[in-house]
């Protein structure tokens, strides 16, 4: 819930909150997520996830908390993962407490297609860009670099990347992720087809 009202009573966001957690539980899914909250979130209402840099209309970059509620018992889920990020998944899933398998995918190139394929989503308002992979390929690190040069021409001053842990085939990018300069920064439990790992964009593609 947001609310947009001057002066924002907290009884008004508690009780706002207190209905979406009641609204959602009712539901299948596993989890609540809040990735950019407003300030009047009500404190203690969600659990902090990890931080990453947001960048607003006025152009100032700041560090944004991501939130999340567990709604039912996590039964625990494989992760699959390249090697070099392992060591974050480790930490992180230690952490936070999520029950996880973490395998090791090795031969993330044995079956390559020419092309690979990402899709863009932005937020103009925000200066934000999210990219997710939709098919791998062996151009990964050229498509990527293409990728973020148009989105810094199209004034995207924030470049996310959503790895999905539970598609084994997307390990395959976190090479050329670190090449380019992304960083791991947090994790977002079964936003996927398994956990969502977030990457940010650290600095200028060389």
């Not at 625990?76 to 407490?97: C, I, K, M, N």
Request: charged share 25%; with cysteine.
């Amino acid at each position: 819930p947001y609310i947009f009202v001057p002066e924002p009573a907290a009884e008004m966001a508690s009780q706002l909150m207190d209905g979406c957690v009641s609204a959602v539980a009712r539901t299948p899914a596993q989890v609540l997520l809040s990735r950019t909250p407003t300030p009047e979130m009500p404190a203690g209402s969600l659990e902090p996830l990890g931080m990453f840099t947001s960048t607003g209309r006025d152009d100032g970059r700041q560090q944004v908390t991501a939130y999340f509620r567990e709604l039912h018992e996590d039964l625990g889920a494989v992760s699959w993962t390249h090697p070099d990020l392992q060591p974050f998944l480790e930490e992180t899933y230690r952490r936070l407490y999520f029950p996880r398998e973490i395998r090791p995918v090795t031969a993330c190139d044995e079956a390559d297609a020419p092309g690979s394929v990402l899709s863009a989503g932005m937020d103009r308002r925000l200066g934000q860009a999210t990219l997710r992979p939709i098919w791998p390929g062996s151009d990964r690190r050229e498509n990527l670099a293409a990728h973020i040069e148009l989105l810094r021409g199209e004034g995207m001053s924030s470049i996310l990347f959503e790895l999905d842990l539970g598609c084994a085939w997307q390990a395959g990018f976190a090479p050329d992720l670190a090449d380019l300069g992304f960083s791991p920064r947090l994790i977002l439990p079964h936003a996927g087809e398994g956990d969502l790992l977030l990457f940010e964009l650290q600095r200028e593609t060389p």
